[in-house]
């Protein structure tokens, strides 16, 4: 990194693309102490995107690109505050957020986590191996409540320990596993300790609390205890037998977990991990990954290819990040209309094509309006897009 501005002398010199720095794929992206060789000098964009409404949703409206900011490598501090602001502003619906580990669990929870979930945003995320299992407790005062957070959602805290260590179980079991030479050894190690965990991840679900409505300002929120429970219970795979309490219907966890404890906030998602439902949300993170190989891709807006960007500084490369976006998001409005005014399977070779794109009431001629009437009306129409525009 070259000196701070404060610390320059006359005698220094300085890069034309001053305010930018390091980047590496890992982590946070900041390359500040990466090796030479394994980082590049860059100025990070980031692309928020439209995804489905939901797993199962139609594809009802073009999937834009609606927000984008742009920082020296890893320094996200408050850029997801920012494009939060920006989304509301412009009255654009948040109600989920989808990220990769750089944001989510990687950002500040006041920069990122809690603005969002304030606003009423279902949070979903992965998480890096060393963050697996426990992440943090909450106790009430008067001992009323005890709780263990564990892979972002509330549990019981007499749950089994086996329970709640099945994910960072499992995540080291499959790192040992990837030692083994014999691939029939390690194959079967892998699906014993899958089916594993695939059980402790039924088993602990009925020990989980449900979110009650949004996170407050302050980061608390309220959350439903399991029922059906029996008093005792006692865990299938080790035996050993525990006492269940449910203390109440509801327990508020507050946004301060101690001094300075905002794990909770950082680690917490709506739906289970690695459950139905959050594969379902997890999956629709590829739309996110698509855009951005699309912006970069050469045959597309080729934001990745230097010629196209010339101009030097961050400044210019906000601006042409900017461009490819709103290029993606003409293009994406473009296949969005050709799919639903497709008479046919839309490819690529077609896709161009405008007798592809049409309506059909029957059997086969293209309207003439030039023509002269004939005996009868014709079989059916075939009218190019435009013409289906314009009318």
Request: charged share 30%; hydrophobic share 35%; net charge positive.
């Given at each position: 990194?070259?000196?701070?501005?404060?610390?320059?002398?006359?005698?220094?010199?300085?890069?034309?693309?001053?305010?930018?720095?390091?980047?590496?794929?890992?982590?946070?992206?900041?390359?500040?102490?990466?090796?030479?060789?394994?980082?590049?000098?860059?100025?990070?964009?980031?692309?928020?995107?439209?995804?489905?409404?939901?797993?199962?949703?139609?594809?009802?409206?073009?999937?834009?690109?609606?927000?984008?900011?742009?920082?020296?490598?890893?320094?996200?501090?408050?850029?997801?505050?920012?494009?939060?602001?920006?989304?509301?502003?412009?009255?654009?619906?948040?109600?989920?957020?989808?990220?990769?580990?750089?944001?989510?669990?990687?950002?500040?929870?006041e920069d990122l986590q809690l603005p969002f979930s304030a606003h009423g945003s279902?949070?979903?995320?992965?998480?890096?191996?060393?963050?697996?299992?426990?992440?943090?407790?909450?106790?009430?005062?008067?001992?009323?409540?005890?709780?263990?957070?564990?892979?972002?959602?509330?549990?019981?805290?007499?749950?089994?320990?086996?329970?709640?260590?099945?994910?960072?179980?499992?995540?080291?079991?499959?790192?040992?596993a990837a030692k083994i030479k014999n691939k029939a050894v390690r194959d079967a190690?892998?699906?014993?300790?899958?089916?594993?965990?695939?059980?402790?991840?039924?088993?602990?679900?009925?020990?989980?609390?449900?979110?009650?409505?949004?996170?407050?300002?302050?980061?608390?929120?309220?959350?439903?205890?399991?029922?059906?429970?029996?008093?005792?219970?006692?865990?299938?795979?080790?035996?050993?037998?525990?006492?269940?309490?449910?203390?109440?219907?509801?327990?508020?966890?507050?946004?301060?977990?101690?001094?300075?404890?905002?794990?909770?906030?950082k680690y917490g998602q709506e739906y289970e991990y690695k459950s139905k439902d959050?594969?379902?949300?997890?999956?629709?993170?590829?739309?996110?990954?698509?855009?951005?190989?699309?912006?970069?891709?050469?045959?597309?807006?080729?934001?990745?290819?230097?010629?196209?960007?010339?101009?030097?500084?961050?400044?210019?490369?906000?601006?042409?990040?900017?461009?490819?976006?709103?290029?993606?998001?003409?293009?994406?409005?473009?296949?969005?209309?050709?799919?639903?005014?497709?008479?046919?399977?839309?490819?690529?070779?077609?896709?161009?094509?405008?007798?592809?794109?049409?309506?059909?009431?029957?059997?086969?001629?293209?309207?003439?309006?030039?023509?002269?009437?004939?005996?009868?009306?014709?079989?059916?129409?075939?009218?190019?897009?435009?013409?289906?525009?314009?009318?």
């Amino acid at each position: 990194m070259q000196k701070n501005i404060a610390n320059m002398t006359v005698e220094d010199t300085a890069s034309v693309n001053y305010d930018s720095g390091y980047y590496v794929r890992e982590g946070n992206h900041d390359g500040s102490n990466a090796k030479p060789g394994k980082r590049m000098y860059a100025w990070e964009i980031e692309l928020a995107t439209m995804t489905r409404n939901g797993p199962k949703a139609e594809i009802d409206a073009p999937l834009f690109i609606v927000a984008m900011s742009g920082h020296r490598p890893g320094q996200i501090n408050g850029e997801g505050k920012r494009i939060l602001d920006s989304l509301i502003s412009r009255s654009v619906p948040v109600t989920s957020l989808i990220a990769d580990r750089a944001y989510l669990p990687g950002a500040v929870p006041e920069d990122l986590q809690l603005p969002f979930s304030a606003h009423g945003s279902k949070l979903v995320m992965d998480y890096p191996i060393d963050k697996l299992g426990k992440q943090t407790f909450y106790r009430s005062a008067d001992g009323k409540h005890n709780l263990v957070m564990c892979d972002g959602s509330w549990y019981l805290a007499t749950m089994p320990e086996t329970l709640q260590e099945a994910e960072s179980t499992w995540a080291k079991e499959k790192a040992d596993a990837a030692k083994i030479k014999n691939k029939a050894v390690r194959d079967a190690r892998l699906a014993a300790g899958h089916d594993l965990v695939e059980k402790r991840r039924s088993q602990r679900t009925k020990y989980r609390l449900t979110p009650r409505g949004r996170h407050n300002a302050d980061g608390s929120r309220q959350y439903f205890y399991p029922t059906g429970l029996d008093p005792i219970d006692f865990d299938k795979v080790t035996g050993e037998q525990f006492d269940i309490i449910i203390p109440g219907k509801t327990v508020k966890v507050p946004g301060l977990l101690g001094r300075d404890n905002r794990k909770h906030l950082k680690y917490g998602q709506e739906y289970e991990y690695k459950s139905k439902d959050w594969r379902g949300w997890y999956g629709l993170r590829n739309t996110v990954e698509s855009v951005n190989s699309r912006v970069k891709d050469p045959q597309r807006e080729g934001l990745h290819e230097p010629f196209n960007r010339r101009g030097r500084g961050p400044w210019f490369a906000e601006l042409a990040a900017a461009l490819a976006a709103a290029s993606q998001n003409l293009r994406r409005l473009v296949h969005f209309l050709q799919d639903r005014l497709a008479l046919k399977n839309v490819t690529a070779k077609n896709r161009n094509q405008w007798m592809t794109y049409a309506i059909a009431t029957a059997n086969a001629r293209v309207r003439d309006t030039d023509a002269e009437p004939d005996d009868g009306p014709p079989d059916y129409y075939l009218l190019p897009v435009w013409e289906l525009l314009e009318e």
